[in-house]
């Protein structure tokens, strides 16, 4: 019903920067909210920033100012600006959309993910 493909990952230094998008298809309906999460192996998976159709934005504690999510609702992408990029920050990042299926209420639905490494 509801399609995300993520793009953007990669290779980059400590200190450089990234920018991840996400495309969504199929039964999105507004209002909704977009954003990432990240996950490490061993670890549970993280919110990393979101973004509803209002435009609030919600952050992770740690990014601490160095990530930007943005949006295009009309075109169901989110995008995420990582900025001043740390070892820690890698990760695969994941895509995410939740939203209201009608008659199955609201649901979230993910990406495939983005693996984003950053070398120290």
């Known amino acids: 019903q509801v399609q995300l493909v993520e793009s953007g990952g990669g290779l980059v230094q400590s200190g450089g920067s990234l920018r991840l998008s996400c495309v969504g298809s199929?039964?999105?309906?507004?209002?909704?909210?977009m954003g990432w999460h990240r996950q490490v192996p061993g670890k549970q998976r993280e919110l990393v920033a979101r973004?509803?159709?209002?435009?609030?934005?919600v952050y992770g504690d740690f990014v601490k100012g160095r990530f930007v999510v943005s949006r295009d609702v009309a075109k169901n992408e989110v995008y995420l600006q990582m900025n001043s990029l740390k070892f820690d920050d890698t990760a695969v990042y994941y895509c995410?959309?939740?939203?209201?299926?009608?008659?199955?209420?609201?649901?979230?639905?993910w990406g495939r993910g983005t693996q984003v490494t950053v070398s120290s």
């Open positions: 973004m509803d159709t209002e435009g609030s934005t």
């Open positions: 995410y959309v939740r939203t209201f299926i009608e008659l199955r209420g609201w649901r979230e639905f």
């Open positions: 199929g039964s999105i309906s507004s209002p909704n909210a």
